[in-house]
């Protein structure tokens, strides 16, 4: 089978994050012609230069809210995964205004840029939060995927591609919540916990680096698509880990932080009623209809009414030994594991 990457300029924004590492690492394998990292952070560009060692890739600095240094990284760019973005849901609460700049005006940067240099295809990184979003993180998420789906509108048959994945927690992705409480066990310290009952996605890293290459094979213009994913209540999540460390370390329920939810939501039953299911993934295909509000006020569709979306509390549910069978696929985790001596209080 052809090598999809091969002769190919792949730009990754973003990219010295925990997606820019997993999928460098997957495109290494690749006969590709240059990949690009693109980031504002000069130690982490450095660190990453070290370890990966290939000439082939190429670190530049820049920011995706300047559209010049943007449009620099973009000359000749064949593909984009764009993965920059502020992540931090109460760093974005507390500082709405830096969410919109990265999220919003940086992704249309990215976007736009794109377009005019020709990319033949761009793929936007997207979150659960932005399904029914209550916090900042999550609008701008949101603005991000309906600025890629605007410009898919526009764009010619053969113009650039844009389309968009969508999934929940990526496990052990930097500042998530279970690198948090192999922490805490491991210094024997109370495991804070938000709310037992909260429930998240799962998602192993390797998983999301798949949907992003799925969606890479197969996008049409204006494309979300969805990884199909079982969910977890956080207090399954710390009696798995706490199995796994024979650790008696003692849970402290501290509240829900800043913009947080009780569940997450992937998909909307108005999504899933247009969506295509491909087995372990769902495409949501761009609306395309236009200005013509008649289709907005006059033809309405009797069936959304019996779907349900499709959330953390209603999906594949893990008891405590699924999820700890998990966790053990997870590199991080074994090593962990095999570092810690038992931690009894």
Known sequence: MKDPFEGKTILITGGTGS??????????????REVRIFSRDELKQEMMRIEIDCPRVKFLI?????????????????IVFHAAALKQVPSCDFFPMQAVYTNVVGSHNVIESAIAHKVARVICLSTDKAVYPINAMGMTKALMEKLAQAASRNIADNGTVIAAVRYGNVMYSRGSVIPLFVRQIQERRPITVTERAMTRFLLPLADAIELVMFAFQHARQGDIFIKKAPACTIGGLVDALKGIFKSDAPVKVIGMRHGEK?????????????AEDLGDYYRVCMDDRD????????????????????????ATRLNVEQIGELLLTLPEIRAARANAAPNVY
Do not use: C, P, W
Not at 19 to 32: C, E, I, M, T, Y
Not at 297 to 313: C, I, L, N, R
């Open 62 to 78: 820049g920011d995706v809210r300047s559209r010049d240094s943007v449009d620099q990284a973009m000359h000749g760019v064949d």
């Open 291 to 314: 200005l013509n509000y008649n289709k907005y006020f006059t033809e309405g569709d009797v069936h959304e009414a019996e779907m349900e979306d499709y959330t953390s509390h209603n």
């Open 19 to 32: 997606f820019g590492h997993a999928v460098l690492s997957r495109l290494l394998k690749h006969n590709f």
């Open 262 to 274: 009780i569940f997450e939501t992937l998909a909307t039953r108005e999504e899933l009623r247009k």
